[in-house]
Nanobody, 115 residues
């Protein structure tokens, strides 16, 4: 069972920045893809950003140009740099890993954007 541990969430003012980290218990070198989804109260879980085995990146429309996903294979960690945060970015952010047909989720980390 792969474990995913997220960190970096918190409270930030509009326009501020946060960096989320997702550390995996196993190598992320040969993943299919890995990244971040989020779920706000009363809404469906949605794609934020993912990075593929070949280092392609894909972003949700609402975060393009503001968020950046990256990976560090040596640390088995994926990062999400979030800039120019807006109140509508408030949600629980979940890390997801897909590899060899298996999907794993982290426990989630809360991000709150409020003045």
């Amino acid at each position: 069972q792969v474990q995913l541990v997220e960190s970096g969430g918190g409270l930030v003012q509009p326009g501020g920045s946060l960096r989320l980290s997702c550390a995996a218990s196993e190598s992320i070198f040969s993943i299919d893809f890995m990244g971040w989804y989020r779920q706000a109260p009363g809404k469906q879980r949605e794609l934020v950003a993912v990075v593929t085995r070949g280092d392609s990146t894909h972003y949700g429309d609402s975060v393009k140009g503001r968020f950046t996903i990256s990976r560090d294979n040596a640390k088995n960690t994926v990062y999400l740099q979030m800039n120019s945060l807006k109140p509508e970015d408030t949600a629980v952010y979940y890390c997801r890993r897909n590899s060899m047909g298996y999907t794993y989720w982290g426990q989630g980390t809360q991000v709150t954007v409020s003045s």
